[in-house]
Nanobody
């Protein structure tokens, strides 16, 4: 059974930083691309960032490029999202996700991801 457990969300002032973590189990983590998505109230779930199996290749939404960094530690089965220079529009529930099979990190569609965590709330106050 695949489980993805996010942590690290919280309340932060605009301009601040947070680091999200996602611990994976039940899948061959080291061969899977991984992604982060977010969903704000009343909006559709949107792609934030993705990373290939080795961590060499990454992809970001334009809205977070230059501010967020995705990384992974295959020895710990964990993927991270470092979020800097946070803005009020970054407020959302953030989800970690694993794609169908091993997947490709470059497919940004939510439908390309099979497994999802429960989400962690990030609130940025202005």
């Amino acid at each position: 059974q695949v489980q993805l457990v996010e942590s690290g969300g919280g309340l932060v002032q605009a301009g601040g930083s947070l680091r999200l973590s996602c611990k994976a189990s039940g899948l061959t983590f080291s061969t899977n691309a991984m992604g982060w998505f977010r969903q704000a109230p009343g909006k559709e779930r949107e792609f934030v960032a993705a990373i290939n199996w080795s961590g060499v290749r990454t992809l970001y939404a334009d809205s977070v490029k230059g501010r967020f960094t995705i990384s992974r530690d295959n020895a710990k089965n964990t993927v991270y999202l470092q979020m800097n220079s946070l803005k009020s529009e970054d407020t959302a529930v953030y989800y970690c996700a694993a794609p169908v099979s091993s997947g490709t990190y470059s497919d940004t569609r939510p439908g390309a991801y099979e497994y999802w965590g429960q989400g962690t709330q990030v609130t940025v106050s202005s």
